[in-house]
């Protein structure tokens, strides 16, 4: 048996490819981009030479932070 106390164990973070990123948000690759470039998106993580991934919990995070809009307005 592991000497280690589970209770005290956090949960690694997940790592999210681009296109998990796109499904989550519903917004394409660009729009990530811009929004990155813009300081209103979590910049990606560099894993190595050629991978980049976003942690599932700063995408939550920007998602809890958006405002919230009335969807349903009456057309005019």
């Not at 917004?27 to 470039?37: A, K, L, P």
């Not at 300081?39 to 809890?64: H, Y």
Request: with cysteine; aromatic share 10%.
């Amino acid at each position: 048996m592991s000497d280690i106390n589970t209770a005290s164990v956090h949960k690694l973070d997940n790592y999210l490819t681009l296109k998990e990123v796109m499904a989550i948000t519903k917004v394409g690759s660009s729009t990530i981009y811009r929004w990155i470039d813009e300081g209103t998106f979590p910049d990606s993580r560099k894993l190595g030479a050629n991978c980049v991934r976003w942690t599932e919990s700063d995408i939550m995070a920007w998602q809890r932070g958006l405002p919230f809009t009335n969807a349903l307005k009456k057309a005019s």
